[in-house]
């Protein structure tokens, strides 16, 4: 079995990986949260895996308190309607984290790739790897996404029917303890009081996590691979327990997952009400409930694929190398249509990394008319704005889109940086009244980046300049942790807006783009 063998492989290259490589990674690169969600300037240097934790346990491994410390946190649009907060956990806390998860990591693998197991992970947030490639988590995910689904479809000829769910407000419903309760649920059974016994890694973990939190045991999600591995962990010990369950029932599936997404093939519905049924039972275990309105079992061919990249595919612009700009435009109010339609989708993302073309380091692939350029620059830059207003989360790309214009047509248009001035102020006054710092702190470095000598302090709103990632922008330092901690650890979170000069934000952002061969 094609899916089968894709979690074998898996696991072969993640074992050849050197643990310490792994960490460190995950301390140098995957310390923010992706890329589409804080500016660049986010950055990390300095930042090592030690050989000691920085917060000790006592002698007799029964008291375990670490320095108390606060999130640090950002809305990113989810909708119109609902934000999904990120958050920056205090290097210490992070560090030691990444330290006991590395140490127990032998134990790690054999929970994430059980012989038991079968249901099939997608979502191992490590690349296989060792480039050191810091685009992480985006083209993973899209890649990941991808793989299952086809690789779904390569077995889908012996079953009936496909059935799909997912979990009910997965990340924000994790509950600290569900991470030590993962691996050693057992020991808890026997014993109650091995809740503080502090020899078991995992009650090591929860901790950090707490304290990182203020002590606080629910979690708020800070969505880093590290924080994609720990869900991970515990999404693979309720698959362990699903797929015993299953087995002795003697039910012939194929079962996928991505995140917190699932996907199954089987012979009929009465099978896939008792897998369904059987999900939920173990879910409700680690307190997470199974998301009803996303629930469907179809008969095949029915969902192989996903709906929106249906829809899109006959109107994607990703193999026209000079596109016409009247397709441009009507192509963006289709996208606007779809993305309409199917709510909680990349469609936008997709469609305007699609305007660049990466063998031609991210060249714009929008032909202008000769006569009309000018002008037809202003109407795609307003259809742009009409876009973020559309998708607040996919401004990242439309700045990057700006710039890129910007980079072609500065010399030719000697009035474009002020049009582009203009438009960033006005944005500013908008973001200033939704009181929305995810589009001020980009604004923020956009308009550093491209020197347009926007009076920022001024522009933004006072109140609003209080937030420590916001100010930090302003200021071009780092303000989010105080310099007391950094004086003695040298990690360095935040590099000079002059820095990124030479580098084009679609570079940064190229999540979509393909290999070749695919």
Request: proline letters at 3%.
């Amino acid at each position: 079995m094609v899916i089968a063998e894709h979690f074998r492989e898996t696991k072969e290259k993640l074992k050849s990986i050197n643990k310490k490589h792994i960490g460190q990674r995950l301390v140098k690169e995957w310390y923010f949260p992706e890329q589409n969600i804080l500016p660049p300037c986010f950055s990390v240097e300095n930042f090592n895996l030690n050989t000691n934790p920085y917060f000790k346990i006592n002698k007799k491994k029964t008291k375990f308190k670490p320095d108390s410390s606060e999130l640090i946190k950002i809305k990113y649009p989810k909708s119109l309607l609902t934000d999904r907060i990120f958050s920056i956990q205090n290097p210490k806390h992070y560090h030691d984290i990444v330290y006991r998860i590395i140490d127990d990591w032998d134990n790690i693998v054999n929970i994430l790739f059980n012989k038991d197991l079968k249901i099939y992970s997608y979502s191992l947030p490590i690349p296989l790897n060792t480039s050191g490639n810091p685009l992480r988590s985006w083209r993973l995910i899209y890649e990941r996404i991808q793989m299952a689904e086809k690789d779904v479809v390569l077995e889908s000829y012996k079953y009936e029917f496909i059935a799909r769910s997912d979990i009910t407000n997965f990340y924000n419903s994790i509950y600290t303890h569900s991470i030590s309760w993962a691996i050693h649920w057992i020991e808890y059974m026997e014993d109650t009081t091995k809740r503080n016994d502090y020899t078991l890694v995992w009650n090591k973990i929860d901790k950090l996590v707490q304290y990182s939190n203020k002590a606080r045991t629910n979690w708020v999600w800070i969505w880093s691979a590290l924080n994609d591995l720990i869900a991970e962990i515990i999404l693979s010990a309720i698959d362990l327990n699903v797929s015993k369950k299953l087995t002795e029932e003697n039910i012939d599936f194929i079962w996928t997952r991505f995140k917190d997404d699932y996907r199954f093939l089987c012979h009929s519905k009465e099978d896939a009400n008792l897998i369904l049924k059987t999900l939920e039972q173990e879910l409700s275990q680690f307190h997470l409930l199974i998301n009803e309105a996303k629930t469907t079992v179809f008969e095949l061919p029915n969902w192989l694929y996903r709906e929106h990249d249906k829809e899109y595919h006959i109107y994607s612009l990703k193999d026209i190398n000079n596109i016409p700009f009247k397709k441009v435009e009507i192509t963006i109010l289709k996208v606007l249509e779809i993305h309409n339609k199917f709510k909680w989708t990349s469609i936008i993302e997709k469609f305007l990394n699609e305007l660049t073309d990466r063998n031609k380091d991210y060249k714009l692939k929008i032909k202008f008319s000769d006569r009309e350029t000018e002008r037809q620059i202003s109407r795609l830059f307003s259809l742009l704005i009409l876009i973020k207003r559309e998708s607040e989360k996919a401004l990242c790309y439309i700045l990057s889109i700006i710039e890129l214009i910007y980079i072609e047509y500065k010399d030719q248009f000697p009035n474009l940086k002020t049009e582009i001035k203009e438009l960033i102020t006005t944005e500013i006054e908008k973001a200033n009244e939704k009181k929305s710092i995810f589009q001020l702190v980009w604004y923020c470095f956009f308009s550093q980046h491209l020197n347009l000598w926007i009076k920022l302090n001024k522009k933004v709103d006072s109140n609003l300049q209080k937030d420590l990632l916001l100010k930090s922008c302003l200021k071009n330092k780092q303000m989010f942790f105080d310099d007391k901690c950094f004086k003695k650890l040298w990690i360095q979170l935040f590099k000079k807006i002059d820095e990124f000069n030479n580098v084009k934000l679609m570079e940064i952002l190229d999540i979509f783009h393909r290999r070749e061969d695919e």
